[in-house]
């Protein structure tokens, strides 16, 4: 059994230091409280206490159940003792908060640092310097930048501020890059002028720089659309066709026009396949200033073409990306995997999504991608233009930001749509599961308590907002002088892109599976679950539409994608309420509104029911249904696209993608639980070596490859099929 230390480090648990701890403050009295029978008792409970907890126990949750023991003992004035000597103690590791946590990060044995991200490496050199830089931001955030009340909550697992690492810097979340206007109209990267590209491969080159930059200053996602890549492949072609015609007429040849049309194309299609592994390749070998790949995700959407040529063109673009997704990229054993990133999505319309439409050649190289390489994912336009309607009450289709963070519909000053150059302020969650088990299943007390949380997190997003007010366009001019979100003089500030829907900040929410069961006893999928839960939902709404009303920012619901997170909500709800069966008897608790892991139900009804969710979560959701290796029943993915056009407006299919660097196995890896704690495994040679295997799962939106926390990884364990 392991524990967790305040530094983050773990190390086996001993029961030999509770008893000494408890018998130095025994015996520190003249007459002792507690015969040593009786302190033995109390640390072989812990012992058993912990063992029930079935994960890795924080030094603090150990301390707090020894206080328990004391009491319940009758030994009130050695508890005290206790109590105060924890008091001093944590006075004394106060004077100064990260030293300790550093030092563990660089030694590569910080268990929570090691686990919280899925994509970032932490014995990098560059992934520690941002861990230490976080941690001293999350320091400077925690002690003179955000209210007590607010650190507390989140401390408890009441809310969530997310991203507080960041936090220090005028930084926001995630963005819309306008790569449209930055190829077309040049930009400027790290004090140098980037004209209008010349070709389509030049083109890809630039952009994977952008993507760079645009990473390197803010810390979520962001996404580009292939459709502003298509007009290059003109410029190409008539460029080919220069180049061409000019080695024949070199050459004396008399060729045909047909023939001419056939060189020309096919050299295009060259210069398409290097310019999409440009991207595919560049993205995965970049690392940012945060010390990871970028975050971004691939936009493909036939109908953001201007014209029939620049959309057969955008075809084409998509066909290389899908094949070259399709085949993966080597690791360093040569084999081909599962890359994390870009995460690419592919929008089902009308020209895709039957058998008889021109582009359905596209919706089954897509599938076939799906079933081997989990990407891409699938946005459907019937859904989404009922779903995101503007105040002209027309419905658009686009891409979210990243993994799930969607932009509300926004028309500028002259009347036109406008989502690419936007962004998001920043997130702060709100823990469902603690307000239901708070209320004890009084509904008064439920929505009494849910005001207050409201409020809570109301004031804590404002804290989000204001720390970005005043930001000067320098801070990144990459993104507010040069294109990737506004073309802003130096010295100007970006405040008025935070007010009038121009960007989004967010209300997430988590746990509404555990929140909806503890307070009725009933699941999202029979009646009186699915009406609570839907009611639920629209009081966050409700609450957004009030704050944005009163101060013109445009609040929105965001089902969060936990990753790390949602292992401190379970730990915290458990010290809070102790173990509840079907609420916190797991070490994490549900995303968002999703239907719970183990439910069993299959992918229809699971999207079905979801997408009446999901469209109350304007600020960013996304549904998955979790199948088996698909690979040879491409038509049941077909079948699962095609529904997913028709029912609900973001879904994805979850397989599994994995290699065994050891024996070369490469089905699925499993989980096991060792001593309890849970491990990965080869079935075949048994290796439980990390760095020995190639392992990448769905977390929470995207694909993660460097390995999770415990509650996570229980989470996948827990995966129920869906088809």
Request: hydrophobic letters at 35%.
């Amino acid at each position: 059994m392991k524990i967790i230390k305040r530094n983050g480090s773990e190390e086996n648990f001993n029961i030999e230091k509770i008893i000494n701890a408890v018998k130095k403050a025994n015996n520190s009295s003249e007459k002792p409280f507690l015969t040593e029978e009786q302190i033995n008792d109390i640390a072989d409970y812990v012992e058993y206490k912990c063992n029930k907890m079935g994960r890795a126990v924080s030094v603090e949750e150990i301390q707090d159940m020894v206080e328990d023991q004391l009491m319940a003992k009758g030994a009130f004035e050695l508890a005290r003792r206790y109590v105060r000597y924890r008091y001093n103690r944590s006075l004394i590791r106060k004077a100064n908060t990260t030293d300790n946590r550093i030092l563990s990060l660089i030694e590569c044995n910080n268990e929570e640092v090691k686990q919280e991200n899925s994509n970032k490496n932490p014995t990098v050199n560059s992934v520690q310097r941002d861990y230490m830089a976080g941690e001293v931001s999350r320091d400077l955030t925690r002690r003179m930048l955000l209210p007590p009340d607010i650190v507390e909550a989140d401390k408890q697992g009441i809310i969530h501020f997310h991203d507080s690492d960041y936090f220090a810097q005028h930084m926001h979340n995630c963005d819309l890059v306008d790569l449209d206007d930055m190829l077309q109209n040049g930009t400027v990267i790290s004090d140098t002028l980037i004209e209008k590209p010349h070709s389509f491969s030049t083109a890809c080159n630039i952009a994977t720089q952008i993507i760079a930059q645009v990473a390197s200053n803010q810390y979520g996602g962001q996404s580009i659309s292939l459709a502003h890549l298509a007009p290059f492949v003109q410029i190409s072609r008539e460029k080919i066709r220069r180049e061409t015609l000019a080695e024949i007429e070199e050459l004396g040849c008399d060729v045909s026009e047909d023939k001419v049309n056939s060189i020309i194309e096919q050299r295009l299609r060259n210069e398409v396949n290097k310019g999409v592994q440009t991207i595919q390749y560049q993205v995965v070998t970049l690392l940012t200033t945060n010390g990871q790949a970028p975050f971004v995700t691939v936009f493909m959407y036939l109908n953001e073409a201007r014209n029939e040529q620049e959309k057969k063109d955008l075809a084409l673009i998509i066909e290389e990306t899908l094949k070259q997704r399709h085949k993966g990229v080597k690791n360093e054993d040569g084999v081909w995997i599962t890359p994390a990133f870009p995460k690419l999505i592919y929008v089902l319309e009308e020209d895709n999504i039957t058998e008889d439409s021109k582009y359905w050649y596209l919706t089954e190289l897509a599938a076939k991608c799906t079933a081997k390489r989990m990407v891409p994912d699938y946005i459907s336009e019937k859904v989404m233009l009922q779903n995101k309607i503007d105040k002209n009450g027309e419905g658009h289709c686009y891409t979210c930001m990243g993994c799930r963070s969607f932009l509300t519909p926004y028309v500028d000053e002259n009347g036109n749509p406008k989502y690419y150059g936007r962004f998001n302020q920043g997130v702060v969650t709100v823990n469902l599961v603690d307000i239901g088990l708070s209320a004890n299943r009084d509904m008064d007390k439920f929505w009494k308590i849910f005001d207050e949380r409201m409020e809570l997190c109301h004031r804590a997003l404002q804290c989000r907002h204001e720390r970005l007010t005043g930001t000067l366009s320098d801070a990144a001019p990459i993104l507010w002088q040069y294109g990737a979100l506004a073309r802003l003089k130096k010295g100007e500030t970006i405040d008025k892109l935070l007010h009038g829907g121009y960007s989004t900040i967010s209300l997430g929410y988590a746990g509404l599976w555990e929140c909806v069961y503890s307070l009725n006893g009933k699941k999202l999928t029979e009646k009186e679950g699915k009406e609570l839960g839907l009611q639920i939902m629209q009081k966050l709404n409700d609450y957004c539409a009030k704050w944005k009303k009163e101060e013109n920012i445009d609040y929105s619901i965001y089902g969060t994608p936990l990753e790390s997170t949602t292992y401190k909500f379970a730990k915290c709800l458990q010290k809070r309420f102790g173990i509840i069966k079907g609420v916190t008897d797991k070490n994490y608790i549900t995303n968002s509104y999703h239907v719970h892991v183990s439910e069993e139900i299959n992918a229809f009804d699971k999207l079905k029911l979801e997408s009446e969710f999901q469209a109350l979560s304007p600020g960013g959701a996304i549904s998955y249904v979790e199948v088996p290796n698909m690979q040879n029943n491409i038509p049941a993915v077909l079948q699962v696209i095609k529904f997913i056009y028709d029912n609900i407006m973001y879904a994805e299919l979850n397989t599994k993608s994995d290699y065994c660097q050891v024996c070369g196995y490469d089905g699925e890896i499993q989980i096991i639980e060792e001593d309890g704690k849970l491990l990965w495994e080869c079935p075949k040679c048994h290796n439980h070596d990390q760095d020995k295997m190639n392992v990448a799962r769905r977390t929470c939106g995207y694909i993660g490859t460097q390995f999770w926390n415990q509650g996570r990884t229980q989470e996948i364990k827990e995966r129920v099929l869906h088809l």
